[in-house]
């Protein structure tokens, strides 16, 4: 990171971490073998590649054989949904992967509550004897909420029992991509209660464009991409070894700091938070006030412009989001605060603030005084 | 690379260039930003992804707008399928991701000739009313053997003619994975006549799990991954902005040292094939004399045990392979030696060497005599 430039867009991209790049860097140069080589440098590096599925499973409380790595949790997404063809039940909240996999199916969009909250009796009513499928994030990326994943789980057991005892043999499964917050809460998937589970390196200081899908041994994935038969079957390509074994690293990372991390982050963000609504008054919060990720603060200044307060911000070296990176470079509102209901004069004054590893106390109060000095001139600006 | 062993296997895995790995590194720290976030740090980073897919294309004749970056050449060859659904013709020594793609829908598959030669008269005899797609490796992975791809592109032009002249709207594309040959071979698209090519990066001294479509603007691909409408709606997903960087420069030292590497490698990959040759005349080279990759060289050595030849070799620093990489951990005779007619008493006793980086006079020297000691131990003990 550049030192020059105070970073609060830890939701779009995180900087690698320096021992995740220290693991991989063997397997960019000496350790290059092919892993279905049979010689024992190749069989040494395969099994540095079975050894990082076997850590990468055990954080999460599953096995390694039920862990598919893939490119980003984007291609995870897909090939979850590839698991049934059935009817599918998302939230009109849920990040464009989630959707467009749900619009090419059957599905019913259910709606979040104002504070970006998924509630669990919301799925019940949308599920029905088609439904095969449900997915929900474990946290949204642009509001930060954290969703009631285990209620919504429960749910799902309970729609499962009753078909067994109905005799009805359509499976429904949950699966939740927990791309977002797996450094902040527990994902456990057994705790969770979901059948299939995302994760992205390149959202907790791993590497970019490696991703996984943890899909429980009763859930039957189709292959979307065939070939030498890697990944039992479900993904060929030669196998991501430098990828892999750098996530296995950066999750162990982020589960041992976890609680530490989630208390810090919250504290400066609570901070942050606290001297923007002194400064306005009028600035609207989104996101559940208690049920958020630690480091996330979604603020709107009403009939500001989002894009000039970020172009304002990052001439102070102050870098910030309006709304999601996905949507970003299309010139539209983002979907996520038009689901929540957010008027349109407050929407387009939205900054998505995200704390991370780069953030300290220094550095916050700093942001702090510049967010509120750009704000203020913006508001002169507009009034004039 | 460990400099205690010849590395005879680069048809497997190529080492990460150094001038690869420097233009990389700074997209694994400093230059971590999301391309989809709109400050200035994260717009260079488009821009340097934007200019990288430019040079891709400029180096095999194409436009930026028509590379889709991918994670691997088995990715891409599954993508290259998704722009038809309906007939395909490809050979039986096609690599496992073409012949799984090919078997998911009509097909026909043509045999190559016993050098391993697709003849284009054969793929002509195959294509019918039906046909939508041709897909043809440029050279084989195991054989080496290089294909006539414009005798086939011509095949596959007079038959889009003559559609059109009988008003027949069917389309018909040829693919061509070029994964192996590109460091040795011309692969502008237009000369080489083909409506689709793949590329990998870890083929050619660039990063791993990194690949590229080519497919010419008059060819509609279906999205396999979606969401946020990356790579113009055909592959979402954040981009490889490292990955795509070291990939340019790797295809850039490519063909810079294409014509040079040919004939060095030729030099020394005849030299230990004359040497082999001289010490075994029984011995059986396989792959076209002529039409081959200069650092391919597969030699069988009758009644003997290429597993049993793989670890003596090892034992003595000398990496080789028997039969291709994704094959070798299944314990199968390989496809394509069958395909090519080599009695199983030969393909057993197969070994491909690969030449490539690693290689010169002095470890080729070395290597002949050591392949030479091994082997006549081996016949020594099965003649016992």
Not at 36 to 54: D, F, G, L, M, T
Not at 276 to 295: C, D, Q, W
Request: proline share 4%; charged share 20%; aromatic share 6%.
């Amino acid at each position: 990171m550049n030192n020059e430039f105070i970073y609060l867009d830890h939701a779009a991209a995180t900087p690698i971490d320096s021992r995740v790049h220290d693991v991989m860097r063997p397997y960019f140069s000496d350790e290059f073998y092919n892993p279905s080589s049979p010689y024992a440098p190749a069989v040494a590096v395969r099994r540095r590649y079975e050894e990082a599925k076997h850590s990468l499973a055990q954080n999460i409380g599953g096995k390694s054989d039920e862990i598919i790595i893939t490119a980003g949790a984007t291609e995870s997404i897909n090939l979850a949904f590839s698991a049934t063809t059935g009817h599918v039940v998302v939230a009109n909240i849920e990040h464009h992967a989630v959707l467009e996999a749900a619009k090419a199916r059957e599905h019913t969009i259910v709606e979040a509550d104002e504070n970006g909250l998924i509630l669990a009796e919301v799925i019940a009513v949308a599920i029905t004897p088609q439904t095969q499928l449900v997915s929900v994030a474990l946290a949204n990326n642009e509001l930060g909420t954290v969703q009631p994943i285990r209620d919504i789980a429960e749910i799902i057991k309970n729609e499962r029992q009753s078909r067994q005892v109905h005799g009805d043999i359509t499976p429904i499964y949950f699966h939740c991509d927990a791309s977002q917050g797996v450094g902040q809460i527990d994902c456990n998937v057994a705790r969770l209660g979901v059948d299939m589970m995302t994760l992205n390196a390149g959202k907790i200081y791993g590497p970019k464009q490696v991703g996984l899908l943890w899909a429980g041994n009763h859930v039957k994935l189709s292959p979307q991409i065939v070939g030498g038969g890697q990944e039992r079957g479900i993904r060929s390509g030669t196998e991501n070894v430098a990828g892999t074994v750098g996530f296995a690293k950066a999750l162990d990372l982020a589960s041992e700091h976890r609680k530490y991390e989630f208390e810090r982050l919250q504290k400066l963000r609570d901070f942050l938070q606290e001297k923007l609504i002194t400064a306005f008054p009028n600035a609207v919060i989104s996101g559940h006030p208690k049920h958020r990720l630690a480091g996330h603060l979604h603020i709107s200044f009403p009939n500001l412009d989002a894009e000039r307060m970020v172009f304002a911000l990052e001439n102070r070296n102050v870098l910030v989001a309006t709304g999601s990176a996905c949507a970003a470079n299309k010139g539209t509102r983002s979907h996520v605060l038009t689901a929540i209901g957010l008027a349109p004069e407050i929407a387009d004054g939205s900054l998505r603030l995200t704390l991370g590893h780069l953030s300290d106390e220094n550095n916050i109060g700093q942001a702090a005084e510049i967010i509120i000095e750009e704000v203020k001139s913006e508001y002169a600006r507009v009034s004039r």
